[in-house]
């Protein structure tokens, strides 16, 4: 198949009722402004899928570009002319793009992939056989890994409002050892343990097909974080199961493109948080929610300006003490 370009501005849910099976495993990439990891991404693909159980799969490889200016098409039809690519001439977010690929794909098994990862041997045939052999998991994760080779925790428990409170807030260095977060990001089992969860990152995530048409595409309200917490809760909701398999391995660089936009990165991130809660613990516990990581940022942007006052690293203090009022101005709605 020789590269497409498609522009794409439409959104919304995709219709997956009337798929027809044609490949074993389609990858979805949904890239911004990360050409070289972008390439090294979709090389690591090209070289896992000619190892192992993976030279056996029927692949196919849907690249969503959300209008990014670092060359990355022309990169894409230079360099990779077998890839299907959806070039959006505007962001449309990692969960609207994504939703775009799922509805050009029809694999019998769909991977979300981040273009910040790279894979590892034959992760792939290793997950597709485990799906193959267990027809009751829906979702399945690799294990993520630093570029250092050290384990990434990438399974979780579903959140409760503790964990909502705590996590990724300043008040998360003080809970480091406690149940509230040693139960969430499960530190109680062996990171080399094939495992049921709860959920699992999204960097690498595999949905079944049949599950991905029970419960939908992803949740657009959720611009970025959050989606594959609120798939993967939908998809244990009707009966699903979600694995952890750590022996398929993806090395995972973590935040490449939502560290280019850090205020927006924060703003996106509580503001997923609180849209999770309203979802599906009811909208009194989401607004108490958004009050609460609101006025942590207020208490953060106090402190950060006062040591601005005090001359202490000013331009560090000035950079924090704009970007926690951009996340006050947004009200996280």
Partial sequence: MRISQTPDR?????????????????????????????RACLSSVAEGLSSGKSRELSTEVIVVDNASTDGTVDMLREAFTQIHLIANDQNLGFTRGNNQGIARSDGRYVLLLNPDTEIVGDALGEMVAYMDTHDRVGVLGAQLLDPDGQVQSSRRRFPDLRTAYVESTFLRPRFTGTDILERYYVLDRPDN??????????????????????????????????????????ARK????????????????????????LPVRHIQFQRSKVLFFKKHHGRLRGESLRLFLLATYLWQMILEGLKWLAGHK????????????QVLRSGLR
């Fill in 314 to 325: 000013r331009p560090l203090r000035r950079q924090r003490v704009v970007a926690y009022w």
């Fill in 238 to 261: 009707v009966g699903w199961e979600v694995v952890y398999l750590p022996t398929a391995q993806v090395v995972h660089h973590v935040g490449k493109s939502s560290e280019q936009v």
């Fill in 193 to 234: 343990e094939t495992q049921a969860v709860d959920w699992v990152v999204g960097a690498c995530l595999l949905m079944r097909r049949e599950t991905l048409e029970e419960v939908g595409p992803l949740d657009e309200r959720f611009f970025m974080y959050s989606e594959e917490l609120d798939w993967c809760y939908r």
């Fill in 10 to 38: 439409l959104g919304g849910l995709c219709n997956l009722g009337d798929t027809v099976t044609r490949h074993d495993l389609s990858i979805i990439v949904v890239s911004w402004n990360v050409k070289d990891l972008l």
